[in-house]
């Protein structure tokens, strides 16, 4: 194998993961490769870092190498490393799971930290996932800056029953975020999961990230009023913007 084809074959590899967890026969069927030659450059990923087994035996996903690289896309800045104290005070203040992401070109969000909450009933790690921009909170309030009409433009699948897939109604939604500075989710990107998100803006005035709240449904928001968690994550995002821009 050359080398320009093991780093083909590799960044095939992550392309999979990227999708979410997989185990060696999934991204062997769905790379069309050798379950041998996955796992072979698995183990080279593992080893660099940039993918990582959750246990023995057990599915892969993206490594903290990749996470890394994907938090440095702001010009000189760690994404990753500024936000991350102020998901803490999200976790701390309202309870529940606070993440970051960013957006791809083609309309997938990418999730780059997370916070867990110490809750009996716990959401699962987004790390390193993509996810379809208009089914997340995060997706929307970041789509409702850049106004991109390809995000509209392109397949809007339903993640589950309650998911806005019809392009005039999305729009409806992203101009609603634009307006109120945060979008909540309900049950759309899966069964018994909200979330509300804010936009983190960089330097040219545009939305690069976006800062979450999500928990099980019937726990988040709760007795809680939206009007008194918004602030919160807005404030959140708002002090990520400042410290990105000055």
């Given at each position: 194998?050359s080398?320009?084809?093991?780093?083909e074959?590799?960044f095939?590899?992550?392309?999979?993961?990227a999708?979410?967890e997989a185990?060696v026969?999934?991204?062997?069927d769905q790379?069309?490769l050798?379950k041998s030659t996955?796992a072979r450059?698995l183990?080279?990923?593992?080893?660099?870092g940039?993918?990582?087994?959750?246990?023995?035996g057990?599915?892969?996903?993206?490594g903290?190498?990749?996470?890394?690289?994907?938090?440095?896309a702001?010009p000189?800045r760690?994404?990753?490393g500024?936000?991350h104290?102020?998901?803490?005070?999200?976790?701390?203040?309202?309870d529940?799971?606070?993440?970051?992401?960013?957006?791809d070109?083609?309309?997938?969000v990418l999730?780059?930290d997370?916070v867990?909450?110490?809750n009996?009933?716990?959401i699962r790690?987004?790390t390193?996932?993509?996810?379809p921009f208009h089914c997340?909170?995060?997706?929307?309030?970041?789509?409702?800056?850049?106004?991109?009409?390809?995000?509209?433009?392109?397949?809007?699948p339903?993640?589950t029953?309650?998911?806005?897939?019809?392009p005039?109604?999305v729009?409806?939604?992203?101009?609603e975020?634009?307006?109120?500075?945060v979008?909540?989710t309900?049950d759309?990107?899966?069964d018994d999961?909200?979330a509300?998100a804010?936009p983190?803006?960089?330097?040219?005035g545009a939305?690069?990230?976006a800062?979450?709240?999500h928990?099980?449904s019937y726990?988040?928001?709760?007795?809680r009023?939206?009007?008194?968690?918004?602030?919160?994550?807005r404030?959140a995002?708002?002090?990520?913007s400042?410290l990105l821009?000055h």
């Amino acid at each position: 194998m050359s080398g320009v084809q093991s780093v083909e074959r590799a960044f095939a590899i992550l392309q999979c993961l990227a999708g979410g967890e997989a185990g060696v026969s999934e991204i062997a069927d769905q790379v069309d490769l050798p379950k041998s030659t996955v796992a072979r450059l698995l183990a080279t990923l593992v080893d660099v870092g940039a993918a990582e087994q959750r246990s023995a035996g057990g599915s892969y996903a993206l490594g903290e190498l990749v996470i890394d690289l994907a938090a440095g896309a702001v010009p000189s800045r760690n994404l990753v490393g500024i936000a991350h104290p102020h998901l803490l005070e999200l976790v701390e203040t309202l309870d529940e799971t606070a993440g970051l992401s960013v957006l791809d070109t083609d309309g997938q969000v990418l999730y780059l930290d997370q916070v867990e909450a110490d809750n009996p009933v716990a959401i699962r790690d987004w790390t390193g996932q993509r996810l379809p921009f208009h089914c997340v909170a995060s997706g929307l309030v970041m789509a409702s800056r850049t106004r991109d009409p390809a995000l509209l433009a392109q397949p809007l699948p339903a993640l589950t029953d309650r998911t806005v897939t019809e392009p005039a109604l999305v729009e409806q939604r992203l101009e609603e975020a634009r307006l109120q500075g945060v979008a909540w989710t309900v049950d759309e990107l899966a069964d018994d999961i909200s979330a509300v998100a804010a936009p983190v803006m960089g330097p040219g005035g545009a939305a690069v990230a976006a800062i979450h709240v999500h928990g099980p449904s019937y726990r988040f928001p709760g007795e809680r009023r939206r009007g008194d968690i918004e602030p919160l994550v807005r404030g959140a995002a708002e002090r990520v913007s400042a410290l990105l821009t000055h």
